[in-house]
Structures are given as C-alpha cells and as structure tokens.
C-alpha cells in the first residue's frame, strides 16, 4: 500500500540576494509556521546558473540606457532546472514575476495561492528581467504597489506573508480572519483594549455591554464608515455587491 504525503506549501524563491531570505519571515508567526512544517522555503540563487567565467547574471539594456537587466537565459535556465527537480505535486505552482507593472496583489489573489501547492517567484534587481523571459515562461506578475522598490525580495516576502498566515493551523483562531480588513470589501472595525479609560478617551460603551448582538451591530457600522470615508472605491464595490 502507498501512503501518498500531501505535499506542503512551498515558496521557491529566485534570486541573486538569497541571503536575504528567510528574513522576517523566519520570525513571529510565519517563522513558527516554518519551524513547525506548515510551509516550506526553498531558496534559489539565481548566479548558480550563469555559465560564463564571471559568473554574469546581468547585462546592459538592448538600446542603451541606465542600468542592467536580468538575463533570460540565465534566468530560464534557473527556472527550468528548478522545476525539473519539484516533485509532481509541486509542478504545477503558479511561476511569479515581483514587478511594479504587475497586476496590483488582493486578499482575493492570496486565498487562491493559499489553496494551491504554493508559488515560485522571480525576484527581479535593477532594472529589471529580459522581457522574452517573461513571454517565455507562463509568468504571472504581480506588484505589491504604486512605488518602486530596489528589488522584488522584500516584495516576495509581501507576499508570502500574506498567503502563509491563511494556510490552516498558522493563526489559532480561524474566526480572526473572517471579519479582517479586505476580506469582502469592507475595511476593518476598531479595536479597544485595557485601560478602559486613556488620556480622557473611553472605550464606548457599548463594547463594555456585553451583549453581542449589539457589539456586531456596532462593529458592521464602524468598518462601514470606515470604508466609507478612507476607500470610496472598496464603498462603491460593497454597495455594488449587496
Ligand atoms: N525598471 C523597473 C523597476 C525595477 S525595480 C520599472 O520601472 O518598472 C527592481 C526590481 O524590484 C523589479 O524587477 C521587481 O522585481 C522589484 N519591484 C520593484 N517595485 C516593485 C513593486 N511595486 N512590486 C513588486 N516588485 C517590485
């Protein structure tokens, strides 16, 4: 008889920094998550696969101009050879470019990526990757914001921690994760803790009450007027989808 493992979620990551992973990410609840097998890192570096003497994984752009760029056939090499080595259940993981002309990152996008084997990602470094690689590869980029940043690791691990903390038994409480911002349209409800009294401000009465029915009630109001007057664009996708 064979007993098949389910595979765990696994982020491949490549990059030319790959000292600069786990990072945060070996720490607090993604890194207890790690330690306890909850999810995987596998971490690439990209200059293993150059194949001149100097070890060259970059190049001036085509054109002229500033900068370099990330070299497709360095890059498709370490691509395909990593791939090559994943065992079937892996295969299929989606292959992803960190890139601010990707397709802006949404709670929506991690919960699918949470539900799969887990994600490959590219990291990208100066001015960027070889537009062919992209076209030549099933790339799927994604940005994780209108700025720009000096490299896509700390946008990989944006990500990562993103769909790690929804993968089942890394945060206790599921329950948490339902009313959270961002997760159907409405941004979140505030928080009040100890003292009940601070500065002259109080906790409002009614989160003191302890009916819960009415707590809900307030809650529902607050993240509504919340996202009501910080994101007229998340309101007006609430009001649409009502
Ligand atoms: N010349 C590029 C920017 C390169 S920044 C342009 O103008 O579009 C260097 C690398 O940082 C990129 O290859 C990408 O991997 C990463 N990066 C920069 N900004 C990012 C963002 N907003 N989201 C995701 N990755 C980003």
Known sequence: MTISAQAIWTAT?????????????GSSLCGRALRDELW?????????????????????PAGGGPGMVLR????????????????????GRPLIYMSPRGTPLCQQRA?????????TILCG???GVDQRL?????????SIGDYVLSGGEIAAMVLI???????????????SLLSESHEGNLLEYSHYTKPRSWEGRDIPDILLSGDHGKIAKWRE??????TQSRRPDMWAKYQGKK
């Open 13 to 25: 990551i490549l990059s030319i920094q790959p000292q600069m992973f786990p990072g945060p990410l």
């Open 125 to 127: 470094r100066f001015e």
């Open 134 to 142: 992209l076209e030549g590869r099933d790339v799927e980029e994604i």
């Open 111 to 119: 919960h699918e990526l949470s539900s799969g084997p887990g994600v």
């Open 72 to 91: 497709a056939d360095v890059l498709g090499a370490a691509i395909d050879q990593t791939a090559q080595r994943q065992t079937p259940e892996l295969q």
């Open 221 to 226: 109001q607050c993240a509504k007027q919340i």
């Open 40 to 60: 995987a890192l596998e971490n690439i570096d990209i200059r293993d696969f150059a194949t001149d003497r100097h070890k060259s994984v970059d190049a001036p």
């Open 161 to 175: 921690d993103a769909v790690v903390r929804l993968l089942p038994g890394v945060i206790g409480s599921s329950e």
